[in-house]
């Protein structure tokens, strides 16, 4: 949908856990190679979160960071609003652990479970806060432990993700020259079975069954996501392009979700877009769901390629299955 209140983003903030796990790292514990992985998904290392650990700590690292630079302090924060599969608690939501972190008593605290696309689908919750006159100012965060989902026996989806979180502050706005232009969302949810976790949740919660069958984790059926990823994304980078009157032509830089170097560039050639204009950081982060479009734009700033007035297009697609995209005049 267009994007009707004026909404920019104002601050932008990481936190990755300090452990580094290389290619060479999971040799040693998995049947794989440092080469294999390189060629099939373009992942390098990642960064896997202690168990001590905490979401929230993550969170709310980042979220300083993010306040900062927005010039805004927490008792200005009308709202939090958290995408994560991973919460460090399944009661509460992790946002309340921020908010108390933050010492943000007045914000209001949700946690977003859309799987990787969690960080666009909080975006549009919280323009919808702000269209409704609900927020001014809101904390937007995508934040994964994905180390704690992922079976580590299984050399399928092990090498492939990562642990991190990022925060953004989105507030109302008059300015025309630097707000979100279009948020685009959807899901297909007859296609859960592709990408679950089997156990652990009401269904069929923790039992000495689940943990013998080690189905508390994630059970991927790669190449069916890897295929709907790339129609997904493309279609979804096209929606928020006609959404917000732009062309593929008017993309300065295009920031999809971090999962895979060979669904990247699918979707980059299906949209038109060459990679000389897309970002790219897979191979230091691996896939860290929701969290991984904030990350990348963090870097792609630092990098000077994204400045005031670029144009961002940014596009995930995950878990449900479900996905999202947003045109971003940063
Ligand atoms: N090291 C070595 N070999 C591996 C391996 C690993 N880490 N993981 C799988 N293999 C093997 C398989 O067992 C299979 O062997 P076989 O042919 O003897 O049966 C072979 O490699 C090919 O497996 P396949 O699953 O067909 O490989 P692929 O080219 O599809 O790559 C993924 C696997 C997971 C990298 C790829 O499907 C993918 O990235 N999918 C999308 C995953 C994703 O991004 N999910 C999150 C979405 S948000």
């Given at each position: ?11 932008l903030?990481?936190?990755v ?10 040799e ?11 060629s ?8 896997w ?6 979401l ?18 927490a ?9 994560t599969?991973?919460p ?11 908010q ?5 008593p ?11 696309p969690?960080?666009?689908y909080?975006?549009a ?5 702000i ?9 937007v ?10 079976d ?7 090498i ?21 232009l279009?948020i685009?969302?959807g ?14 949740g009401s ?7 689940v943990?013998e ?16 990823a ?5 279609n ?8 917000a009157?732009?062309?593929?032509d ?12 060979r ?6 050639k299906?949209?038109g ?23 990348a ?16 297009l940014?596009v ?13 005049r940063?």
């Amino acid at each position: 949908m267009n994007s009707p209140a004026g909404v920019a983003l104002t601050g932008l903030g990481v936190a990755v856990p300090t452990k580094v796990i290389t290619n060479a790292d999971l040799e040693r514990t998995l049947d794989t190679s440092n080469d294999w992985i390189v060629s099939r998904t373009g992942i390098r290392e990642r960064h896997w979160a202690a168990p001590d650990e905490s979401l929230a700590s993550l969170c709310a690292v980042a979220a300083r960071q993010a306040m900062d630079q927005a010039g805004v302090t927490a008792t200005e924060l009308d709202a939090i609003i958290l995408g994560t599969v991973t919460p460090d608690h399944r009661l509460p939501s992790t946002s309340c652990e921020v908010q108390a972190l933050l010492g943000a008593p007045q914000a209001i605290p949700l946690d977003v479970a859309a799987a990787c696309p969690g960080w666009i689908y909080s975006l549009a919750v919280a323009e919808g806060f702000i269209a409704a006159g609900r927020a001014k100012t809101v904390l937007v965060l995508g934040a994964e432990k994905l180390s704690t989902i992922t079976d580590m026996e299984d050399r399928s989806t092990a090498i492939l993700f990562g642990d991190g979180a990022g925060a953004t502050i989105m507030q109302r706005t008059e300015r025309t020259d630097r707000r979100i232009l279009s948020i685009v969302l959807g899901a297909d949810g007859t296609l859960i079975d592709l990408l679950l976790i089997p156990g652990g949740g009401s269904l069929h919660p923790m039992s000495p069954e689940v943990i013998e069958e080690r189905s508390q984790f994630m059970k991927m059926k790669g190449r069916e996501v890897f295929k709907a990823a790339v129609v997904a994304m493309a279609n979804a980078c096209s929606e928020a392009l006609a959404e917000a009157g732009l062309t593929k032509d008017d993309v300065d830089l295009l920031v999809p979700h971090q999962a895979n170097i060979r669904i990247i560039e699918a979707t980059a050639k299906r949209t038109g877009i060459s990679m000389d204009r897309v970002m790219v950081n897979v191979d230091r982060f691996g896939n860290t769901s929701s969290a991984s479009i904030p990350i990348a734009l963090d870097q792609a700033v630092a990098e000077g390629r994204l400045r005031p007035g670029s144009v961002l297009l940014t596009v995930s697609f995950g878990a449900g299955f479900t996905w999202g995209a947003a045109v971003i005049r940063w």
